[in-house]
C-alpha cells in the first residue's frame, strides 16, 4: 500500500513538471498555441488544469477497474485486456505526439514545450502498467477434500447402524 502511495506522488510530481513544460513555448510556440486556438496552453494554471484533469480521469480508470476486480464484477482476465487496450492508445498517442514534432509546425515550439508533450503520455502508460502489474488476485477458495464426503457417510451409516 505504501508503495502505491509513493507512485501516485511521483506521479503527481511529473504532473506539475508536465504542465510548467507545455506552459513554457518559445516565441513561435506561443504563436502556434494561438493560432491553433490551444487555450488550455496559454498560461501555468490553464495547463496545470488540463494536464491534472487528464491524470484525474485516469486515476478514476484505474480505480474504478481495481475494484471492479476486487469486489469480482470483472475477472483479472478482462481488466487485464482492458488495460492492455489502454496502454496501445496510450502508446498510440505517444507515437503520434512523435510525429506530430517530427513536422515544421510543431518542431520549432521549443524543447521545454516538446517535452512536456512527450511526457503526458509517457505518465499515462506507466499508470496503466502500473495497474496492470498491481492488479488484484482473487484467491481461489481452498477445495474441499473428497475424504470430508467418505468420512460423512461413515459417519451417518454408523449412526444409522446404532439406532
Not at 520549432?108 to 503526458?120: C, D, E
Request: proline share 5%.
Amino acid at each position: 500500500m505504501k508503495r502505491r502511495y509513493i507512485f501516485w506522488t511521483v506521479i503527481a510530481g511529473l504532473t506539475v513538471v508536465d504542465s510548467f513544460l507545455l506552459s513554457k513555448p518559445n516565441l513561435l510556440g506561443k504563436i502556434g498555441l494561438v493560432i491553433y486556438k490551444y487555450h488550455y496552453l496559454r498560461t501555468w494554471p490553464r495547463t496545470f488544469l488540463t494536464v491534472s484533469i487528464v491524470m484525474v480521469i485516469t486515476l478514476v480508470i484505474t480505480y474504478l477497474i481495481h475494484l471492479l476486480v476486487k469486489k469480482e464484477m470483472f475477472k483479472r482476465g478482462i481488466a487485464s485486456i482492458i488495460l492492455i487496450a489502454l496502454i496501445f492508445v496510450s502508446v498510440a498517442a505517444l507515437v503520434k505526439t512523435g510525429l506530430d514534432f517530427s513536422t515544421w509546425s510543431y518542431s520549432h515550439t521549443g524543447h521545454r514545450f516538446k517535452y512536456g508533450a512527450y511526457l503526458l503520455p509517457l505518465m499515462l502508460v506507466s499508470i496503466f502498467v502500473h495497474e496492470l502489474i498491481t492488479l488484484p488476485k482473487i484467491p481461489k477458495p481452498f477445495p474441499l477434500s473428497p475424504m470430508n464426503d467418505e468420512l460423512k457417510k461413515t459417519q451417518s451409516t454408523d449412526v444409522d447402524s446404532k439406532s
